[in-house]
């Protein structure tokens, strides 16, 4: 059984899988991890994310492994734990560039669909239900809007002792919205089939409870 949830940055998409993957006992995978390791080793390179013939050619040098332990998945690139390294916001931003790049989708999208071929589980990201697993059992959107998202990662940074302001968070949320819907292959878009859920005005405990009752678990 595979469940879908996608949606823009900051609706909860990840909080809310870990939550039911943990409930529910099968995996959680972290998709946008993914995208944010291809970021993390072309930035290693030296490469700017935006010079897309030069980040394709080197994903062949690319080995990514997803590991779990204790049901905590962990990220690894070239034999390298890059979990550690990748929640910073020039790496969001980055991700959100590369995973633009057709080349770079389809190179995490067939990882994404073996490992959820074998196993039940719970991912989260932007074309789960439209691209990834478009027969996936259950469908989520979740949204909120930029304001409600732009403060959630505002405290986020702060809990994790780093200072952003704001305005910048916002204008990157919404910058990222842009280019997450406008890219022009596998864009960000609610499936058909998916239920939309909005975020804005709930907390954590509504939105898991909310989904627990679609899944009928």
């Known amino acids: 059984m595979n469940i879908a ?72 690139v070239n034999g390298e734990n890059i979990s550690p390294f990748i929640r910073e916001n020039y790496i969001s931003m980055a991700a959100s560039t590369v995973s633009k790049y057709p080349k770079v989708r389809l190179k995490l999208v067939e990882i994404q669909r073996e490992i959820a071929e074998k196993s039940d589980c719970v991912l989260d990201g932007r074309d789960i239900g439209t691209f990834v697993l478009p027969k996936a059992e259950y469908k989520i959107f979740l949204t909120a809007s930029p304001e409600v998202r732009a403060n959630r990662r505002y405290l986020e940074l702060i809990d994790r002792g780093q200072k952003q302001p704001y305005n910048q968070i916002l204008e990157e949320i919404v910058t990222r919205d842009y280019q997450d819907t406008h890219r022009d292959f596998a864009p960000l878009k609610q499936a058909e089939d998916a239920i939309l859920l909005d975020t804005s005005d709930l907390s954590i405990e509504e939105v898991a409870r909310s989904i627990e009752n679609i899944c009928k678990f």
């Open 5 to 76: 949830i996608d949606g823009p940055a900051g609706a909860g998409k990840s909080t809310i899988a870990k939550i039911l993957a943990n409930k529910m006992k099968i995996l959680y995978l972290d998709t946008g991890a993914m995208y944010r390791g291809v970021a993390y080793y072309i930035i290693k390179k030296g490469i700017n994310p935006e010079d897309r013939e030069k980040v394709e050619i080197v994903l062949d040098e690319i080995s990514m492994d997803i590991k779990y332990h204790d049901n905590i998945q962990s990220v690894w």
